[in-house]
């Protein structure tokens, strides 16, 4: 009696873990980041996928007075855009200095040229999902 039921508990737990890797592999909600190294300046991409806001990294400018250079590339469905609110760091908290609208299919520029001529100035997107509640993948880069 002992030795079944310690089989079965067993079997229960090699089943638990069987399903609980399987939803680990098809969990979209990951992000990855990578760089591309350029001549002068490098490339930060930012990839994952949202269904109603998430935040890019923090980023820098890389030439002082050219302001912010980014961009994003989503692939969503619905209706509406994609809405990216372009923050700043103070000591106060983030601040949003600039708004926005995406395209929910495709590349948009999200350059901003009147950024902060420090280079220590942190910066950061927020993208929000203005239409549909479904899940949009997205690639933001920045260069600096």
Same mark, same amino acid.
């Given at each position: 009696?002992?030795?079944?039921?310690?089989?079965?508990?067993?079997?229960?737990?090699?089943?638990?873990?069987?399903?609980?890797?399987?939803?680990?592999?098809?969990?979209?909600?990951?992000?990855?980041?990578?760089?591309?190294?350029?001549?002068?300046?490098?490339?930060?991409?930012?990839?994952?996928?949202?269904?109603?806001?998430?935040?890019?990294?923090?980023?820098?400018?890389?030439?002082?007075?050219?302001?912010?250079?980014?961009?994003?590339?989503?692939?969503?469905?619905?209706?509406?855009?994609?809405?990216?609110?372009?923050?700043?760091?103070?000591? =106060?908290?983030?601040?949003?200095?600039?708004?926005?609208?995406?395209? =929910?299919?495709?590349?948009?520029?999200?350059?901003?040229?009147?950024?902060?001529?420090?280079?220590?100035?942190?910066?950061?997107?927020?993208?929000?999902?203005?239409?549909?509640?479904?899940?949009? =993948?997205?690639?933001?880069?920045?260069?600096?």
């Amino acid at each position: 009696m002992k030795k079944k039921f310690v089989m079965t508990l067993v079997a229960f737990v090699i089943a638990l873990t069987g399903f609980t890797a399987i939803d680990l592999t098809n969990n979209q909600a990951q992000a990855k980041d990578w760089v591309k190294k350029g001549g002068i300046w490098s490339t930060h991409y930012h990839s994952g996928t949202f269904k109603n806001y998430t935040y890019t990294p923090t980023f820098y400018i890389w030439i002082s007075g050219e302001g912010v250079n980014a961009g994003i590339t989503a692939n969503g469905s619905g209706s509406g855009k994609i809405k990216a609110v372009l923050q700043q760091k103070t000591s =106060k908290g983030w601040k949003n200095v600039k708004t926005f609208y995406a395209k =929910k299919k495709g590349y948009t520029d999200l350059n901003y040229k009147k950024a902060s001529k420090s280079y220590k100035t942190k910066y950061r997107f927020k993208l929000t999902n203005t239409g549909s509640k479904k899940t949009i =993948k997205y690639t933001f880069a920045s260069v600096y």
